[in-house]
């Protein structure tokens, strides 16, 4: 929560949607959008599982049809059931069998940074704080990263000084080379102060 501007709750059920507060979440202007969502759910370089509206890289003629999050119909899955067993087993079609993750150390990373509607911080008080005890009904969607990228495992504590619960993972490579880049060249351009 260091690159956000504190939340002031908002407890209006007709503006929440639920009877949780909310808030409008707004990013510092001292801060890049870069720097305040590198904070992911999986270490970098590290994926093991799909997220949802993970995005992926095709070769247009693999692709039949395409939706906006998901590329699920390809040549892969168009295939008759008997040939699709043939080829890969009895094995899911999604993920289709052919797609693999992207090294994100020496490949390519994607940094999903978009605007988090208000209705995404509904429950942040209770999702994100150690103090609540009882998760309502939702994960906690505003990124308080980990220390140095420890985890659980390390024995450390899972929470900030402020008993905020750690969720999310920086990647370094943005936050000490491309995250200075862009704040300079920002700078140059007087966008930023």
Known sequence: M?????PNPIRDKTLCGKDYPCFEL????????????NCDRQLPGQKKRVMPAEKQIYRAEYVTQ???????????????KSEFEQQFGKQRLFPDPLSRFVD???????LHSKAVARQDTVGWE???????TQRSFDLCRIG??????QTENDNTSRQNYDGWLYNCYVNKRIDN????????????????G
């Not at 994100?104 to 994607?110: I, K, R, S």
Request: hydrophobic fraction near 35%; charge should be neutral; charged fraction near 15%.
């Open 2 to 6: 260091t690159h956000i501007n504190p």
């Open 26 to 37: 707004s990013v510092r202007n001292d801060t890049t959008f870069l720097e305040a969502y």
């Open 66 to 80: 395409h939706f906006i999050h998901y590329s699920t119909v390809t040549q892969t899955t168009n295939l008759k």
């Open 104 to 110: 994100e150390v020496n490949e390519g990373l994607m």
């Open 126 to 132: 209770v999702n994100c704080h150690a103090n609540h």
């Open 144 to 149: 308080i990263p980990w220390p140095n990228n």
């Open 177 to 192: 080379f491309w995250g200075p880049q862009l704040k300079a060249k920002l700078k140059e351009a007087g966008l930023v």
